[in-house]
């Protein structure tokens, strides 16, 4: 029905956001490419891991290099066994300097000697980055080019329409919160003395009674100017849909009639093949 097609559409679009709305705040955190970002978060998720959890990991790295820039021996030794000189981290950009980074872990034969630097220029995230480690840069580099010829990686403009998308529901989700906590801010203090009234009832001091019925009356005299809005608020809301209804029927049908002679010409082209498939069944 069109009530499911919609809700599928709206979640789907839901769950769409999120994901890029993820790829464009932690790629920003991270100092990396949208596309970037995605292409090492493949990777990493067939490795066990997610780039998600190498903020920490990736800040340290980043604290190395500057230490390096700034003439620390021990990290330009570091970073020298990996085969990034001092040219490359003056250069380089930091997602260049992470790939290579990577690159040059999977180059090291000393598997002990691997993990110990591993846990100087990651931390503690460098540990789950040994599966990586194991695997080729040559592996890790059809991995990237499989997650673009897969399609898995989005647009730039993808990303950042997701993230606007995303923002713009939690402005939503929270303008109907604010409405109705004001609402229900106004009448806390009239719930208060129906609650307060309560208890003395139950204690046996029947002037709760009348503390009650005040606050009973309250409540309705605040939801009954409380309607007024409502009802105002409902009734833009059904003229603007009003007058969007005849464009949005009219766009509907006309999408409906462009389609369905590429469906029909899709099932046409399908018929040989179809037939050939079941001629070889009989």
């Given at each position: 029905t069109t009530v499911s097609a919609s809700k599928t559409l709206v979640e789907s679009a839901k769950a769409v956001s999120e994901y890029g709305d993820e790829i464009d705040k932690t790629s920003?955190?991270?100092?990396?490419?949208?596309?970037?970002?995605?292409?090492?978060?493949?990777?990493?998720?067939?490795?066990?891991?997610?780039?998600?959890?190498?903020?920490?990991?990736?800040?340290?790295?980043?604290?190395?290099?500057?230490?390096?820039?700034?003439?620390?021996?021990?990290?330009?030794?570091?970073?020298?066994?990996?085969?990034?000189?001092?040219?490359?981290i003056n250069s380089m950009s930091r997602e260049e300097l992470f790939a290579k980074t990577i690159a040059g872990f999977q180059g090291m034969a000393d598997s002990t000697e691997r993990a110990a630097l591993a846990n100087d220029l990651f931390g503690k995230s460098g540990q789950n980055l040994t599966p990586l480690f194991n695997q080729s840069a040559e592996a890790t580099q059809e991995l990237i080019k499989e997650a673009h010829e897969y399609g898995m990686i989005?647009?730039?403009?993808?990303?950042?329409?997701?993230?606007?998308?995303?923002?713009?529901?939690?402005?939503?989700?929270?303008?109907?919160?604010?409405?109705?906590?004001?609402?229900?801010?106004?009448l806390l203090p009239s719930l208060t003395m129906v609650t307060d009234g309560l208890a003395k009832v139950f204690k046996g001091d029947m002037s709760g009674a009348d503390m009650m019925a005040e606050g009973i009356k309250s409540i309705i005299e605040g939801l009954t100017n409380a309607i007024p809005?409502?009802?105002?608020?409902?009734?833009?809301?059904?003229?603007?849909?009003?007058?969007?209804?005849p464009e949005?029927?009219?766009?509907?049908?006309?999408?409906?009639?462009?389609?369905?002679?590429?469906?029909?010409?899709?099932?046409?082209?399908?018929?040989?093949?179809?037939?050939?498939?079941f001629g070889k069944l009989m």
């Open positions: 920003q955190k991270l100092g990396l490419s949208k596309q970037a970002y995605q292409e090492w978060d493949y990777v990493m998720h067939l490795a066990g891991t997610e780039m998600s959890s190498m903020t920490t990991g990736l800040k340290t790295l980043t604290n190395k290099l500057d230490d390096a820039k700034n003439g620390s021996e021990d990290a330009v030794a570091m970073f020298d066994k990996l085969g990034i000189s001092m040219e490359d989005m647009s730039d403009d993808a990303v950042s329409a997701s993230a606007a998308f995303q923002d713009s529901l939690t402005k939503m989700e929270n303008t109907i919160a604010g409405v109705k906590n004001s609402m229900i801010g106004d809005a409502i009802i105002s608020t409902m009734t833009t809301i059904i003229t603007a849909m009003a007058q969007m209804l949005l029927l009219t766009t509907l049908v006309t999408a409906i009639v462009d389609v369905i002679p590429q469906i029909a010409d899709g099932l046409i082209g399908m018929l040989p093949i179809l037939i050939d498939a």
